[in-house]
């Protein structure tokens, strides 16, 4: 049988003109009931210009939005890679580059100085000691800096619990106790939301693997009563495939119910381009990529007779 394809979109982190908007793409082949990290890298076409690291975009279950999503990376060859709704979707990390820092992220880490913090200019220390002098203003309170400084380190997140209460002693880690309350409670919420993302990221992993068990099952289940059926339909007794002309006038026999299929009569493909045009005719209708709402029996069916089609008109129009 012929290797199954599944589209990958991808994008090489921190390469030039490589975005999320507008991803590079290319068929992965597989063997199997699903496909493995060895399948993703011998298609990859970057393969012989580096070491590259792989995360693959996984649907994050029990959450309200259905487009929210999580990445796993991907470490050992044999490891299956989730498909996001139909397709593969990948974030590639160079290995052989990883010394290369953007400098979009070196602006990210960059701190804001507060202006009261810098010194003054020698320009400025010696026009005010020319000035005439005056009366001296209240001194500001030496903190005020070093609040400055520390609301410009905090994350939006930080900035609002700043503004809550302090929790009571109670609902604080041990090793908190005895800080600053103000401080205390601030660390101790940033846990609580550092904790609270890690739970939901692992229900997210446990329900999409018990999902993709399932559907595995179903698969064997499915394949289990139906190759009977469409070995008969594909192969002559004694093993042999079967003339295209007679795949096509018995493809009824194995498609499933709603199929658009129009059954054709031997004697509508005797000429050759009526057999081409019959093919393209049946592939369009059995082309798994094109039926994304199928269940799990209908996709069987549906790889099964295309891959059937496909080497039977190779045959056929090297015969020719």
């Known amino acids: 049988m012929a290797p199954k394809t599944v589209w990958c979109f991808y994008t090489v982190q921190n390469d030039a003109g490589d975005s999320a908007d507008n991803p590079n793409a290319f068929r992965v082949r597989f063997a199997g009931e699903v496909p493995t990290l060895a399948d993703v890298r011998a298609s990859f076409p970057l393969r012989h210009s580096g070491s590259f690291h792989f995360r693959f975009r996984l649907a994050a279950k029990g959450g309200k939005d259905p487009k929210a999503y999580v990445h796993l990376d991907a470490v050992r060859d044999e490891d299956a890679v989730p498909r996001f709704g139909q397709h593969l979707i990948a974030r590639v990390l160079r290995l052989d580059n990883l010394t290369t820092v953007s400098r979009r992220a070196v602006a990210l ?141 018995r493809l009824p026999d194995v498609l499933w119910e709603g199929a658009t299929w129009k059954p054709v009569t031997m004697g509508e493909v005797l000429a050759p381009n009526k057999v081409k045009i019959a093919v393209r005719r049946a592939q369009l209708v059995v082309h798994p990529d094109k039926l994304p709402s199928l269940g799990v029996r209908e996709r069987y069916i549906a790889e099964i007779v295309f891959d059937t089609l496909q080497q039977a008109y190779n045959r056929f129009e090297d015969s020719q």
């Open 109 to 249: 880490r960059r701190r804001a100085v507060p202006r009261a913090a810098l010194p003054a200019t020698r320009a400025s220390a010696s026009a005010a000691a020319a000035a005439p002098s005056a009366p001296a203003a209240p001194a500001a309170p030496a903190a005020s800096a070093a609040d400055a400084s520390a609301a410009a380190r905090m994350t939006p997140e930080e900035l609002e619990d700043s503004k809550l209460p302090p929790l009571p002693p109670g609902e604080l880690d041990d090793d908190l106790k005895g800080k600053d309350p103000a401080v205390a409670s601030r660390i101790q919420r940033r846990r609580n939301r550092q904790a609270a993302k890690v739970t939901g990221i692992i229900g997210g992993l446990r329900g999409a693997a018990a999902t993709e068990a399932a559907a595995s099952e179903e698969r064997f289940r499915v394949k289990a009563e139906l190759k009977p059926v469409l070995d008969a339909w594909a192969h002559e007794s004694g093993g042999s495939q079967k003339d295209i002309r007679a795949l096509l006038v």
